[in-house]
């Protein structure tokens, strides 16, 4: 864990809503799937954003941006040759995927990113991978699309035959990051099918290191209900752990 | 010659930049090291174990963050049989931040961790703005904070700082309480109390609603405050709020300041406390001047 001055190789708008970000930074190799950054605009007053890895090449990491308030919004402003601080890679990966697994992906807008990296970094792993947004700016190449509005792919959430597929198949893993209604939700309906599913979650954060506790999440314990940190403890979480109604 | 050499009541530091209670961890040695610090302050301590507050706990708002963590922390015992030991061995000055509900408590507190000769001094937490009746009822009380003082003052040779609350009608009050009890010094200022809600839906962006305030808009507020509470007392001030670089430091110099944390702004630069001290040390070091030529100097004032 460093704090990397970054140079902004490449920033490609993919619609009103995502940016991709290419950075060159030292040692980018160092990250793991479903590892981050935290990122901020050099000379900007405005606290770091968490922004997960999309994507490793060489020595520049990707990240998929969503402009979601003024500080993503400035991230995706940024121009090539820019100079971006990257604290990081932050955070515990997800756990690597085992040759007989068949693992599966359920990822919400933005939660796209890590999956990406994901499967590139284990182009052997056996993953089903489906994807929700919004609408059709917020999907991306998957086995199977879900958009709220019906735009492209199937009509509703990206649970919305979650049921009736994990009945059918054989999951051994559930891997997701999205919003936290749809992870509560895919916790629900799966952990009577799956026990391993691995939750990406989000909070406001400060530090990112582990030392002022704002980017808490209540989870179960041996010792009873306990706030982890998202920055440290996570950001993977098992579904079976968290308290989602906190 | 070291021009940076500071001194609060009774601990002489090499340098006068030290770190704002719950914003420091020992992870920060993965950046710098530690022992450059002109002390260690550690994250709150209270009597019990505090799970902390319910989420979402903290919220980036105009110009500041506002937090409401609650003092989540793992309480005296477990910090004094596990954490405390891991600081041991650093050659910087260890403050131990601590906070209770009654004056008993705070002693009992005390007692305890005065068996630890690492511990160079503590930080009486009496103003947390984010837990019901935990310190922050002391830190509004003049009365209080003077009978809190002076039991704990009788406890200790070590450094003792108290502090204080903004959020008073009157600090330059407690503050001169916190003195007249044998306070040490004095720190200032806690978090302001803020708050922030999403005007689209009308929720609060923090689960508790109010929260603390800190970060570049509280600046003003706490210069003032260590102004007039340098003027009134004669204890040595420990001044924070807002504080993004060594121009800020410099104008708490000279509002009264002995001694700096550095709080919010280490979430935007992990490295800002080293990045400081060099800074403040090539100023003193062109203007050929020492900490103690300017402190409490401000001029232009009828």
């Known amino acids: 864990m460093k704090d990397h001055i970054g140079i902004v190789v490449n920033n490609k708008k993919i619609n009103e809503l995502y940016n991709v970000i290419s950075v060159q930074i030292e040692n980018a190799n160092l990250g793991t799937p479903g590892q981050f950054y935290e990122l901020k605009v050099k000379y900007s007053q405005r606290m770091r954003i968490p922004i997960s890895i999309y994507n490793i090449t060489d020595n520049v990491v990707e990240f998929m941006v969503k402009i979601v308030g003024d500080g993503t919004k400035e991230l995706t402003q940024l121009k090539e040759k820019d100079t971006i601080m990257a604290l990081g890679p932050l955070g515990n990966p997800f756990t690597p995927p085992q040759a007989d697994q068949n693992c599966l992906i359920l990822s919400g807008g933005v939660g796209y990113a890590p999956f990406y990296y994901f499967k590139k970094h ?9 994807h929700g947004g919004a609408n059709r700016n917020e999907v991306f190449e998957a086995d199977r699309i879900f958009t709220n509005d019906g735009s492209i792919g199937i009509k509703g959430f990206v649970t919305a035959d979650l049921h009736e597929y994990l009945q059918n198949n054989k999951v051994d893993r559930i891997l997701t990051c999205g919003p936290r209604i749809m992870m509560k939700n895919i916790a629900n309906i799966a952990l009577p099918f799956v026990k391993d599913i691995e939750c990406s979650l989000e909070e406001y954060m400060a530090c990112g290191i582990g030392v002022c506790y704002g980017c808490a999440v209540k989870v179960k314990t041996a010792k009873g209900l306990v706030y982890k940190t998202v920055c440290k403890d996570g950001a993977i979480f098992q579904g079976s752990e968290v308290i989602w109604d906190e | 010659m070291n021009r940076l050499a500071t001194k609060l009541g009774k601990i002489n530091f090499n340098n006068p930049i030290t770190v704002a209670s719950g914003t420091f961890g020992l992870e920060c040695a993965n950046f710098y090291n530690i022992n450059k610090l002109g002390a260690i302050v550690t994250k709150t301590i209270t009597p019990e174990e505090k799970i902390g507050n319910p989420t979402p706990r903290i919220y980036e708002t105009e110009c500041g963050l506002l937090n409401s963590i609650g003092l989540q922390n ?76 002076k039991r704990l003052s009788k406890l200790t040779e070590k450094e003792l700082i108290i502090k204080l609350s903004p959020n008073v009608t009157d ?59 340098y003027q009134a007392l004669s204890i040595p001030i420990l001044a924070m709020g807002g504080i993004q670089n060594y121009k800020d430091c410099l104008e708490f110099i000279y509002a009264g300041a002995s001694m700096l944390s550095i709080g919010t702004a280490q979430f935007c630069d992990p490295c800002l406390p080293i990045k400081i001290i060099n800074d403040l040390h090539n100023h003193f070091t062109q203007n050929n001047i020492n900490i103690s030529d300017i402190k409490g100097k401000v001029w232009g004032i009828d």
């Open chain 2, 171 to 229: 600090i330059v009050s407690i503050a001169k309480a916190a003195e007249e009890g044998g306070a040490s010094s004095v720190a200032l200022i806690n978090t302001l109390l803020g708050m922030a809600i999403d005007w689209k839906t009308g929720k609060s962006m923090i689960k508790r609603g109010v929260a603390g305030y800190s970060g570049t808009a509280v600046k003003p507020v706490a210069l003032q405050m260590v102004y007039k509470v």
């Open chain 2, 74 to 149: 793992p309480g005296i015992d477990e910090f004094l049989k596990y954490h405390v030991k891991e600081y041991k061995n650093f050659s910087a000055p260890l403050l131990v931040s601590f906070s209770a509900s009654t004056i008993d408590e705070f002693a009992e507190m005390l007692i305890k961790l005065e068996k630890i000769d690492y511990i160079k001094g503590y930080e009486v937490n009496v103003s947390c703005p984010n837990v019901e009746n935990e310190g922050l009822a002391f830190g509004i009380d003049a009365k209080i904070v003077y009978e809190l003082t």
């Open chain 1, 122 to 130: 284990y182009p052997k792993a056996n993953i089903t991978w489906f």
